[in-house]
C-alpha cells in the first residue's frame, strides 16, 4: 500500500492556474488597447533563432521545408467580419484585464486575426514553431508532405503576444489563424464547434484544477465558412459520412510558453543528424528558454547546466504524472497524447480529439483513430512514452558530465514507479481513503463495470458515504441483479469500515466532494451548444461556460436537473457525440 501523507493530493491540484500571481485590485485593470499593447515584451522572438529562410514581414503562408531556427515569423490571416461569442472574464479579471476590451475594436481585430491593428511596442507579427512527432516513442516523419519531418509543426496556430502580465509571463495564440509554413496544404482554421469545444474545455479543466492553458477570447466569422466533413444527425457511422459548410473562428488559447515535448524532439533530430552547424547550440538553447519559461522559480539559477538538467528531469516528470493523475481523477481522456501534443511545462494543451468518460470504461476513447493505446486507462503509459522522448532529447547535452548522466537515467528510469504512486495516490483520494487499497480497488473496477456506472455521478453520489447500494443507483446505467447488489453491498461496508476507522465522517466527505465533481462534460449537451451557436445564438454556449465554472458546487436545481443525470439511450454510439474523427 501507498501511504499518504498530509497535503499529497492538494500537490496535484496545485499548478492549475499556472499563475501565483494574487487578483489585480480595481486601480490596476487593464481598460484600453493602448494600455494593453504596453504590456508586450517578445522574450522568445530576442533571444531565441528565427528561421534564417523566413521573411521579415511574415507573409509566409504556404507549406514548405523549415531546416533550422526556433521559429518562422508569420502573419496570421484575419476572420471576415469578425463576431465576439464569449471571453473568459474570469481570466481576464485574473491577469488585470478588463471585461470591455474582449468588446474593445482594436482589441478584437488583433484577437480575430488582423494584426496590422497592433501597435507598439506590440509587433504586427506572430510567430510559428516546428516540431517533432512521436508516437509511443517512434519517431514519424511520414505526416509531414516533405517525408522529412522539416514541415511538421504549428499548421493553424499563430502566436501574436508575448508579455508579462501582473509579473507573470504569457504567450496568447490563435488557434485557427490561418495558414502558416507547417500547414501541410491546409486552409489554417478552425470551425467554430471545435473552437467552442476548446474554448469551453479550457474553462472546465481550469475550474477543476487540472493544470491547462487558458481560454481568453472566442471570435466569429460571420462571413467566411470552410467545409469539413462531419457526422449526420443521429449517424452511427464510425467516420463522418457528410460534408458540412462551417462558420470559420478563432479562439485564444494562453500559456506561459507553447513548448512542447516534440517541440525539443525537433533540435534533438537536427543535432543527431548534424543538419547544420549550429544544431546542437540550437537545442540547448530551447531547452534552456523552457527552463527560463516554465520551471525558473523551481530551479537554483546557481546550479550548474547538468545540475539544472536534472532538477528539470525531476521536476517535468511531477508534473508530467501528477496532470495525467488528475486526468484520471476527472474522466478527461487526451486521445491523441503523442508528443507533440505534450506540454514541456506540464499542462493539459492541446484540446483536439479529447473527450469525457460517462460510462466507465477503463479503454473509452473518443477519437475514432487513437485506438486503445490512448484510451482512459492508457495515458499513463502514453505518458511514460513521452516523457522517454523528452530524456532522449535532452540527454545530449549531458555528453560530458558522467554523473549528471547517471543521476539523469535514474530520473527516467523511476518514471513507471514514480507514475504509480500518484495514480494511486489519485485513487484514495477519490475514494476517502488514508491510503491506497488494491484489494478493494480491484473489486470496485469489477463492479462498476459490470453495473456500467456513470464516472461522475458515482464518485459523487459516493461522496455522500452511503450505507446502502441504492443511493449510488442514481449512477447505474445497467440493471443489477440481487447477486450484484449483494456484492455492492459487501463492498460497501469494507469501503465505509476504513472511513470510519480513518476520521471524522463528514470532514471526509466534504474533501470528497472537492476532489469528485459533480458537474461533467457530457458531449451531447455541448452539442447544442455549438449548433446553435452556428446559427448566431450563443447563449447555451455561455451558460455552459457558466456551469462548467463551478463544477463542485451544489448549484441551482434547474441546473441540477438539466446537467446532473445519465447520458440518455438516443446518444448511444451517435457519431460527433459518443466518438468523433480528429476533423475540426
Same mark, same amino acid.
Given at each position: 500500500?501507498?501511504?499518504?501523507?498530509?497535503?499529497?493530493?492538494?500537490?496535484?491540484?496545485?499548478?492549475?492556474?499556472?499563475?501565483?500571481?494574487?487578483?489585480?485590485? !480595481?486601480?490596476?485593470?487593464?481598460?484600453?488597447?493602448?494600455? #494593453?499593447?504596453?504590456?508586450?515584451?517578445?522574450?522568445?522572438?530576442?533571444?531565441?533563432?528565427?528561421?534564417?529562410?523566413?521573411?521579415?514581414?511574415?507573409?509566409?503562408?504556404?507549406?514548405?521545408?523549415?531546416?533550422? +531556427?526556433?521559429?518562422?515569423?508569420?502573419?496570421?490571416?484575419?476572420?471576415?467580419?469578425?463576431?465576439?461569442?464569449?471571453?473568459?472574464?474570469?481570466?481576464?479579471?485574473?491577469?488585470?484585464?478588463?471585461?470591455?476590451?474582449?468588446?474593445?475594436?482594436?482589441?478584437?481585430?488583433?484577437?480575430?486575426?488582423?494584426?496590422?491593428?497592433?501597435?507598439?511596442?506590440?509587433?504586427?507579427?506572430?510567430?510559428?514553431?516546428?516540431?517533432?512527432?512521436? *508516437?509511443?516513442?517512434?519517431?514519424?516523419?511520414?505526416?509531414?508532405?516533405?517525408?522529412?519531418? @522539416?514541415?511538421?509543426?504549428?499548421?493553424?496556430?499563430?502566436?501574436?503576444?508575448?508579455?508579462?502580465?501582473?509579473?507573470?509571463?504569457?504567450?496568447?495564440?490563435?488557434? +485557427?489563424?490561418?495558414?502558416?509554413?507547417?500547414?501541410?496544404? $491546409?486552409?489554417?482554421?478552425?470551425?467554430?464547434?471545435?473552437?467552442?469545444?476548446?474554448?469551453?474545455?479550457?474553462?472546465?479543466?481550469?475550474?477543476?484544477?487540472?493544470?491547462?492553458?487558458?481560454?481568453?477570447?472566442?471570435?466569429?466569422?460571420?462571413?467566411?465558412?470552410?467545409?469539413?466533413?462531419?457526422?449526420?444527425?443521429?449517424?452511427?457511422?464510425?467516420?463522418?459520412?457528410?460534408?458540412?459548410?462551417?462558420?470559420?473562428?478563432?479562439?485564444?488559447?494562453?500559456?506561459?510558453?507553447?513548448?512542447?515535448? $516534440?517541440?525539443?524532439?525537433?533540435?534533438?533530430?537536427?543535432?543527431?543528424?548534424?543538419?547544420?552547424?549550429?544544431?546542437?547550440?540550437?537545442?540547448?538553447?530551447?531547452?534552456?528558454?523552457?527552463?527560463?519559461?516554465?520551471?525558473?522559480?523551481? *530551479?537554483?539559477?546557481?546550479?550548474? #547546466?547538468?545540475?539544472?538538467?536534472?532538477?528539470?528531469?525531476?521536476?517535468?516528470?511531477?508534473?508530467?504524472?501528477?496532470?495525467? !493523475?488528475?486526468?484520471?481523477?476527472?474522466?478527461?481522456?487526451?486521445?491523441?497524447?503523442?508528443?507533440?501534443?505534450?506540454?514541456?511545462?506540464?499542462?493539459?494543451?492541446?484540446?483536439?480529439?479529447?473527450?469525457?468518460?460517462?460510462?466507465?470504461?477503463?479503454?473509452?476513447?473518443?477519437?475514432? +483513430?487513437?485506438?486503445?493505446?490512448?484510451?482512459?486507462? @492508457?495515458?499513463?503509459?502514453?505518458?511514460?512514452? @513521452?516523457?522517454?522522448?523528452?530524456?532522449?532529447?535532452?540527454?545530449?547535452?549531458?555528453?560530458?558530465?558522467?554523473?549528471?548522466?547517471?543521476?539523469?537515467?535514474?530520473?527516467?528510469?523511476?518514471?513507471?514507479?514514480?507514475?504509480?504512486?500518484?495514480?494511486?495516490?489519485?485513487?484514495?483520494?477519490?475514494?476517502?481513503?488514508?491510503?491506497?487499497?488494491?484489494?478493494?480497488?480491484?473489486?470496485?473496477?469489477?463492479?462498476?463495470?459490470?453495473?456500467?456506472?456513470?464516472?461522475?455521478?458515482?464518485?459523487?453520489?459516493?461522496?455522500?458515504?452511503?450505507?446502502?447500494?441504492?443511493?449510488?443507483?442514481?449512477?447505474?446505467?445497467?440493471?443489477?441483479?440481487?447477486?450484484?447488489?449483494?456484492?455492492?453491498?459487501?463492498?460497501?461496508?469494507?469501503?465505509?469500515?476504513?472511513?470510519?476507522?480513518?476520521?471524522?465522517?463528514?470532514?471526509?466527505?466534504?474533501?470528497?466532494?472537492?476532489?469528485?465533481?459533480?458537474?461533467?462534460?457530457?458531449?451531447?449537451?455541448?452539442?447544442?451548444?455549438?449548433?446553435?451557436?452556428?446559427?448566431?445564438?450563443?447563449?447555451?454556449?455561455?451558460?455552459?461556460?457558466?456551469?462548467?465554472?463551478?463544477?463542485?458546487?451544489?448549484?441551482?436545481?434547474?441546473?441540477?436537473?438539466?446537467?446532473?443525470?445519465?447520458?440518455?439511450?438516443?446518444?448511444?454510439?451517435?457519431?460527433?457525440?459518443?466518438?468523433?474523427?480528429?476533423?475540426?
Amino acid at each position: 500500500m501507498v501511504s499518504i501523507q498530509p497535503q499529497s493530493f492538494p500537490t496535484i491540484r496545485a499548478r492549475a492556474t499556472m499563475s501565483s500571481s494574487s487578483q489585480p485590485s !480595481a486601480e490596476s485593470c487593464i481598460a484600453t488597447f493602448d494600455e #494593453f499593447v504596453q504590456l508586450a515584451d517578445y522574450s522568445l522572438m530576442d533571444t531565441l533563432n528565427a528561421d534564417p529562410d523566413a521573411t521579415v514581414d511574415g507573409d509566409d503562408h504556404r507549406a514548405r521545408q523549415v531546416f533550422s +531556427g526556433h521559429f518562422v515569423p508569420v502573419t496570421p490571416t484575419p476572420l471576415a467580419e469578425p463576431e465576439y461569442v464569449t471571453h473568459s472574464s474570469r481570466f481576464f479579471k485574473e491577469l488585470g484585464l478588463s471585461d470591455d476590451l474582449a468588446l474593445n475594436d482594436l482589441f478584437r481585430r488583433v484577437f480575430s486575426g488582423d494584426i496590422s491593428a497592433a501597435q507598439e511596442p506590440m509587433r504586427q507579427v506572430g510567430w510559428a514553431t516546428g516540431y517533432a512527432l512521436s *508516437i509511443y516513442g517512434t519517431e514519424y516523419t511520414q505526416q509531414c508532405p516533405f517525408g522529412t519531418g @522539416n514541415g511538421y509543426g504549428d499548421g493553424r496556430a499563430i502566436l501574436v503576444f508575448e508579455g508579462m502580465i501582473n509579473g507573470q509571463r504569457w504567450e496568447m495564440q490563435l488557434k +485557427g489563424g490561418g495558414p502558416t509554413p507547417y500547414c501541410r496544404g $491546409g486552409d489554417g482554421r478552425a470551425v467554430l464547434r471545435s473552437s467552442v469545444r476548446e474554448f469551453l474545455a479550457q474553462e472546465y479543466m481550469q475550474a477543476l484544477g487540472v493544470p491547462t492553458s487558458r481560454s481568453l477570447t472566442l471570435y466569429v466569422s460571420k462571413a467566411e465558412t470552410v467545409t469539413r466533413p462531419w457526422y449526420s444527425q443521429d449517424s452511427r457511422s464510425i467516420d463522418p459520412d457528410i460534408l458540412i459548410d462551417n462558420p470559420v473562428a478563432i479562439t485564444t488559447r494562453v500559456a506561459p510558453s507553447f513548448l512542447r515535448v $516534440g517541440q525539443l524532439e525537433l533540435f534533438d533530430r537536427r543535432a543527431r543528424s548534424h543538419a547544420h552547424p549550429k544544431a546542437l547550440e540550437e537545442l540547448r538553447m530551447i531547452v534552456s528558454h523552457l527552463i527560463e519559461r516554465e520551471y525558473k522559480s523551481d *530551479i537554483d539559477q546557481t546550479l550548474s #547546466f547538468s545540475e539544472q538538467l536534472v532538477e528539470l528531469a525531476k521536476l517535468f516528470r511531477q508534473r508530467l504524472t501528477t496532470l495525467v !493523475a488528475n486526468w484520471q481523477r476527472v474522466g478527461y481522456c487526451q486521445g491523441n497524447f503523442n508528443s507533440d501534443n505534450c506540454a514541456a511545462g506540464g499542462f493539459t494543451l492541446d484540446y483536439g480529439p479529447f473527450g469525457f468518460c460517462e460510462i466507465f470504461d477503463p479503454w473509452f476513447q473518443p477519437w475514432t +483513430g487513437g485506438g486503445k493505446h490512448f484510451s482512459f486507462f @492508457n495515458q499513463p503509459i502514453a505518458a511514460e512514452a @513521452n516523457y522517454h522522448m523528452f530524456w532522449q532529447s535532452v540527454r545530449p547535452l549531458l555528453a560530458e558530465d558522467a554523473k549528471a548522466v547517471e543521476h539523469f537515467d535514474q530520473v527516467r528510469h523511476d518514471f513507471a514507479e514514480v507514475m504509480q504512486e500518484q495514480i494511486q495516490v489519485m485513487w484514495a483520494a477519490k475514494l476517502g481513503l488514508p491510503e491506497f487499497n488494491p484489494t478493494l480497488f480491484k473489486i470496485l473496477m469489477q463492479l462498476m463495470t459490470e453495473s456500467e456506472v456513470d464516472y461522475t455521478i458515482f464518485f459523487r453520489e459516493l461522496s455522500h458515504i452511503p450505507g446502502d447500494v441504492s443511493a449510488l443507483k442514481k449512477s447505474f446505467y445497467g440493471q443489477t441483479s440481487q447477486h450484484l447488489d449483494e456484492q455492492w453491498q459487501s463492498w460497501l461496508k469494507s469501503w465505509r469500515d476504513l472511513i470510519i476507522e480513518s476520521g471524522n465522517l463528514a470532514e471526509i466527505s466534504k474533501k470528497m466532494q472537492q476532489t469528485n465533481p459533480k458537474y461533467a462534460w457530457r458531449e451531447w449537451l455541448i452539442v447544442p451548444a455549438y449548433q446553435k451557436a452556428m446559427q448566431g445564438n450563443y447563449t447555451l454556449v455561455k451558460e455552459l461556460q457558466e456551469v462548467l465554472s463551478h463544477p463542485y458546487d451544489e448549484q441551482s436545481r434547474d441546473v441540477e436537473d438539466k446537467y446532473y443525470r445519465l447520458r440518455p439511450k438516443a446518444f448511444s454510439n451517435v457519431g460527433g457525440v459518443s466518438h468523433y474523427s480528429c476533423s475540426s
